[in-house]
């Protein structure tokens, strides 16, 4: 078949996906019916992958459906939780101590302590958590829902203690067993490698991460502000950028001093402690101003979603401490089970539930009975029964508050799950053909060369998208990734990097994230709206990484990645200095 119509097909289920979530505003359910279906047809009569390994990759799905809602269930069950103990008012009291400005909350929260959650857990599980807690101090449910979705690029490369990198990279490069692999890189030491490639990572990362809380501020106020007014979200502009630094600092760091494992981790540890001290000292705040989402009752019908938090509702007579105490012993319980250099992830990975060889194929999959996050949510939910003195009574209510939000997901992910499982395991067919991702990557190749720095981030996002993880896109693409590099002369470890950088932006908009994050909130079938809202960022993201990556391969000077570089940074600074003076005291 010719090359060019195997590429548009290839590419047909994901247009249409996108035309059915974004265009006709399906919900994710029904979009990813009508896409599943596309790609069972390809997958068969194109190219011709056995019915075992189509059925075999919907069963992989339906194991990976089951861990995400686990997730969403353990974030909903915790929230709902606290809210019926009276913790949640007590926290949210606690929050407004440091500022009652949600463009800082926001900040605080998500972005930095966001990134400490991202990088002792990772797969979803930030978001899910964050999603539920943002609702939980009155923020409306579909900006809590892009906000999540932008948060989650920066702190994914390294989340889960460097997952992406040290198994997506590592793996997808053999491990620097394959002589191929170790000829063309040159190296002598193949873990120096990995902390030079995590080294890489973070400092692209940390250029472009530095402006995204300016995104999230200006976007939260041009959307969900009393005046709809993007200027609002600017009037925070300096402690956005302060609280970029405040991670993006320790960030670098520890990836050029520690490795992959700690970057995230760190980042939001280190990176909290500056930041509230500063916005309790009113240092880089706005200083006339504490901007508010308008009364509840003026919301607009499409910010909401079906789980009720009553801002009004009971507050506990308990310490804010012991409020704090379940939030505090996730944190802890995250790190303790995930992180690789201590004893307890080996340990409790035992008792996983694995599937091996399914029907006769090399797929398989497992369901994390003690390491997964949303166990972790559940144990914390039941410690919290005890330590908050409630009674079943109130935990049976969190429960079925929880299991109903938490099916409706389901409903989505059964579809969406496997059929991007069916999407990633399409190769190896009769027909002979490269998996469906790898063809599209491989129809990207007309760009290599001097456009390569701009198309390796694409493909890392594109690999995002599809698999919903920073790390299965590095598995599927860093080996190609490097031979692109190899064939167009360019370095291959700074190839290698933006197609990790890539995958982190490629997660903003990643389907199992979309609908992961909608159904923390309650906007369970309105995937589509989130994703329009958060293309903005998801292009400023993917571009300045290619740009930047550009100006690195190769050098600064007459290209189009220093031209785009210098564009977008003085768009940003032009739009910084226009719009400052929203508020005069500033």
Request: aromatic share 14%; net charge neutral; with cysteine.
């Amino acid at each position: 078949m010719n090359s060019w119509l195997l590429l548009l097909l290839g590419v047909f289920p994901i247009i249409v996906l996108f035309f059915l979530l974004i265009i006709l505003r399906w919900s994710a359910k029904n979009s990813m019916i009508v896409a599943f279906l596309i790609v069972l047809v390809l997958s068969y009569f194109v190219w011709e992958v056995p019915v075992n390994q189509i059925v075999g990759a919907s069963f992989v799905g339906i194991g990976t459906t089951f861990n995400i809602g686990l997730i969403i269930f353990g974030a909903l069950l915790l929230l709902n939780t606290l809210k019926e103990s009276g913790a949640l008012g007590v926290i949210r009291r606690s929050i407004s101590s440091v500022t009652a400005d949600r463009r800082i909350q926001v900040i605080i929260i998500l972005w930095i302590f966001g990134a400490f959650l991202e990088g002792a857990a990772g797969f979803g599980s930030t978001g899910a958590v964050i999603g539920s807690m943002l609702i939980g101090l009155g923020f409306p449910a579909m900006a809590a829902a892009l906000m999540v979705m932008i948060f989650q690029s920066f702190s994914v490369t390294f989340g889960a203690a460097g997952t992406p990198v040290i198994i997506g990279i590592n793996d997808g490069l053999g491990s620097g067993n394959i002589e191929f692999v170790n000829n063309a890189l040159h190296i002598a030491s193949w873990d120096q490698f990995l902390l030079d490639i995590t080294a890489q990572i973070a400092t692209i990362h940390g250029v472009v991460g530095i402006f995204v809380p300016l995104f999230m501020v200006v976007l939260l106020a041009g959307f969900f502000g009393e005046k709809r007014s993007f200027r609002e979200g600017f009037g925070a502009w300096k402690f956005a950028i302060f609280g970029g630094l405040c991670v993006a600092v320790p960030y670098v760091l520890s990836a050029y001093l520690l490795g992959p494992e700690f970057p995230s981790l760190l980042g939001g540890l280190i990176g909290i402690i500056p930041a509230v001290i500063a916005a309790k000292k009113g240092w880089f705040m706005p200083k006339d101003t504490v901007w508010q989402f308008p009364k509840e009752s003026n919301w607009e019908d499409n910010w909401k979603g079906i789980i009720d938090i009553d801002t009004d509702e009971k507050v506990a007579s308990f310490s804010v401490f012991k409020s704090w105490i379940p939030y505090i012993l996730t944190a802890f319980l995250l790190f303790t089970v995930n992180a690789p250099f201590l004893p307890f992830s080996a340990f409790l990975k035992k008792a996983d539930i694995l599937f091996t060889n399914i029907l006769g194929t090399d797929l398989g999959t497992k369901i994390g009975i003690f390491t997964s996050p949303g166990t972790i949510f559940i144990v914390v939910s039941l410690i919290t029964l005890w330590v908050h003195g409630m009674n079943w009574s109130l935990y049976k209510k969190a429960i079925k508050d929880s299991s109903k939000t938490v099916g409706m997901a389901i409903a989505s992910l059964i579809f969406a799950v496997p059929m991007v499982q069916v999407f990633l395991h399409s190769g190896g067919g009769a027909a002979g053909y490269e998996s469906i991702p790898a063809t599209l990557a491989s129809g990207l190749t007309f760009a290599s060369g001097n456009l390569w720095g701009f198309v390796a981030p694409v493909i890392g996002a594109l690999g995002a998208f599809l698999a919903g993880s920073n790390t299965f896109s590095n598995l599927m693409f860093s080996e190609f990734q490097l031979r692109m590099a190899l064939n167009s002369n360019l370095d291959p470890s700074w190839v290698i990097s933006l197609q990790a950088v890539g995958a982190g932006a490629g997660n903003m908009f990643s389907v199992h994230n979309v609908i992961t994050a909608a159904a923390a909130v309650g906007l369970v079938g309105r995937e589509g709206e989130i994703l329009r809202k958060v293309f903005i960022p998801a292009m400023y993201y993917i571009l300045l990484t290619g740009a930047i990556g550009t100006v690195i391969l190769l050098g600064f000077g007459l290209n189009i990645g220093s031209f785009v570089t210098v564009l977008i940074f003085v768009t940003i600074l032009v739009s910084i200095w226009v719009n400052k003076g929203y508020y005069k005291k500033l």
